[in-house]
T-cell receptor, first 110, second 114 residues
């Protein structure tokens, strides 16, 4: 079973708009990470947020973490066509493995 | 510095056959993890190797086995292939076992079992 669940499953936005996706998880974590995957290829690491952090920024990405609600959100600002991809959250409940959700598929329309 | 590479890119096998997938870790990385990603799903952890020893295993049967070599490259072997083994197989390398060590993923091997 998957530890994380992303919401929504799919998102379609216009270029220049912001995209927000959410992740909920079930067990305690030390870190939560977000990855991007283009067209069923390898995953690219985007950002890691520690359990004692509430918000983190990286370029056009903003991640929040609410450990009391066991949830995280990823915001992509000023989206571009190149942001079209699937986005996954991953938690590290176990020391040696990442547990991924089913992902949010984002389509950015020109 | 080279990234994570995997071979082959695509593979077609029939039920009951055996398959070996290969992964070359990023330079300087001693930890490799393997994941299975079914269509439309997120990656599922298979197992992890650290300095040639298995360091953890997910909920996969024993017919999924692995190796890590002294140069930290790795193999995933699957015996007695089943139709449900059709998936994208991803390996990821990291610099160590620290929870904050980023896992760098290869492009994957797409396995189709007929």
């Amino acid at each position: 079973s998957q530890q994380g669940e992303e919401d929504p499953q799919a998102l379609s936005i216009q270029e220049g708009e912001n995209a927000t996706m959410n992740c909920s998880y079930k067990t305690s974590i030390n870190n939560l990470q977000w990855y991007r995957q283009n067209s069923g290829r390898g995953l690219v690491h985007l950002i890691l947020i520690r359990s004692n952090e509430r918000e983190k920024h990286s370029g056009r990405l903003r991640v929040t973490l609410d450990t009391s609600k066991k949830s995280s959100s990823l915001l992509i600002t000023a989206s571009r066509a190149a942001d079209t991809a699937s986005y996954f959250c991953a938690t590290d409940g176990s020391a040696y493995k990442l547990s991924f959700g089913a992902g949010t598929t984002v389509t950015v329309r020109a | 510095e080279t990234g994570v590479t995997q071979s082959p890119t695509h593979l077609i096998k029939t039920r009951g056959q055996q398959v070996t997938l290969r992964c070359s870790s990023q330079s300087g990385h001693n930890t490799v993890s393997w994941y299975q990603q079914a269509l439309g799903q997120g990656p599922q952890f298979i197992f992890q190797y650290y300095r040639e020893e298995e360091n953890g295993r997910g909920n996969f049967p024993p017919r999924f086995s692995g190796l890590q070599f002294p140069n930290y490259s790795s193999e995933l072997n699957v015996n007695a292939l089943e139709l449900d083994d059709s998936a994208l197989y991803l390996c990821a390398s990291s610099a160590g076992l620290d929870r904050t060590d980023t896992q760098y993923f290869g492009p994957g091997t797409r396995l189709t079992v007929l």
